[in-house]
């Protein structure tokens, strides 16, 4: 957009140095009394400033409608932009609730697991204490 406003003050530049130089040649070399001259020079600087004074009122225009463009192109642009964020919020939300639901259900299993591993242990060491005093026993029955 920069590009396109560079170029259009160059042209506008260009076109009015242009207009300057053309006139000032062309009066230079017309063979003309004073008051002619004179008259010639007003005419032509009030065309000039009337071909100025449009040309800037163009650019005007042309600007305004290129910050209404860029202003309506970025509200676009942000809206969409809240679109694809909400999404991606809804969708992290998603695999959040997914992970606390598979790490529930695996600490669930692992818990499961863990007091079925306790009881058995718990079955093994009661045994072991059994067998013990039972041969201890028996071992002074023998002696």
Not at 82 to 102: H, R, S, Y
């Amino acid at each position: 957009m920069s590009d396109e406003s560079g170029v259009g003050k160059g042209l506008i530049i260009g076109f009015l140095t242009g207009t300057v130089v053309g006139s000032i040649v062309a009066l230079l070399y017309a063979p003309k009394s004073g008051k002619e001259f004179r008259s010639d020079i007003k005419e032509r600087s009030d065309d000039f400033r009337e071909d100025a004074e449009s040309y800037i009122e163009q650019a005007k225009d042309k600007a305004n409608a290129l910050i209404n463009d860029g202003k309506k192109k970025s509200e676009k642009l942000i809206e969409e932009t809240k679109t694809k964020v909400d999404n991606l919020i809804d969708e992290a939300e998603k695999i959040l609730a997914d992970a606390k639901d598979k790490t529930g259900v695996v600490v669930e299993s692992g818990k499961t697991k863990f007091d079925g591993e306790k009881n058995k242990i718990k079955s093994a060491i009661k045994a072991g204490v059994d067998t013990y005093k039972s041969e201890k026993t028996d071992s002074k029955k023998d002696s």
